[in-house]
């Protein structure tokens, strides 16, 4: 119903920049959050930022507060995360997901698509 492919992850020094992308496709009732998250080894996923385009709304983790920037394109079929002054507990495995209910949050359970996921790594 909705597909959603990641990409511009790689690697970064610390104090860096990164812009990552997300093309969505399918069902636009069913993707009208668009949100980011992260999950690193030994760790829970978390939220990152969410975007509700026709919502003219967006939410963000306290980790990503001044330093990430989520946007969406003209279409509004693409969502870019721009992450600056990266740090080295920002690097972990970064996926877009897609809900379409009535909750706009950063809550997993309000997201039913998953992108496949891109690697981000940041080094001292």
Known sequence: ???LVESGGGS???GGSLRLSCAASGN????KFIGWFRQAPGKER???AAIWPSGGRTFYADS???RFTISHDNSGNTVFLRMNSLRL???AMYYCAAGGGDIFDLHI???NFWGQGTQ???SS
């Not at 636009?28 to 993707?31: D, F, G, N, P, V």
């Open 1 to 3: 119903q909705v597909e």
């Open 12 to 14: 970064v020094q610390a």
């Open 28 to 31: 636009a009732y069913m993707r």
């Open 46 to 48: 978390e939220g990152v």
């Open 64 to 66: 990503a507060k001044g």
């Open 89 to 91: 507990e920002d690097a």
């Open 109 to 111: 359970r309000n997201y």
């Open 120 to 122: 981000v790594t940041v």
